[in-house]
């Protein structure tokens, strides 16, 4: 049984940073993909970032890129959201994802390509 437990999340002012994680157990895949997600009050969640779990190759919503960092312990039993710079529009509950087919490699920052999720760790960022 597939199981991601995300933790970090919090509330700081913009400008800080935070790290996120995502313990993953069960999930003996190789070659997919795991992922960032977010959830604003109000909005449809949307994808941050995501990894290839072989080659570690990564990807990012330009809402992001150049801000946050995705990446994995050797291991790939934990999944990692290295945030800074943080906005109030970075204001979401975040939940980490993993793939069970190789679809994510074309489509990482969809939903529809990721079957496990964790619950979700918020973060709120104050101006």
């Known amino acids: 049984r597939v199981e991601l437990v995300e933790s970090g999340g919090g509330s700081v002012q913009a400008g800080e940073s935070l790290r996120l994680s995502c313990a993953v157990s069960?999930?003996?895949?190789?070659?997919?993909?795991m992922a960032w997600f977010r959830q604003a009050p109000g909005k449809d969640r949307e994808g941050v970032a995501y990894i290839h779990t072989d080659d570690a190759n990564t990807f990012y919503d330009n809402s992001v890129k150049g801000r946050f960092t995705i990446s994995q312990n050797d291991a790939k039993t934990t999944l990692y959201l290295e945030m800074s710079d943080l906005k109030p529009e970075d204001t979401a509950m975040y939940s980490c994802a993993a793939a069970a087919s190789r679809g994510c490699r074309l489509r990482g920052l969809a939903e529809y390509s990721y079957q496990y999720w964790g619950q979700g760790t918020q973060v709120t960022v104050s101006p």
């Open positions: 069960g999930y003996t895949y190789t070659g997919y993909c």
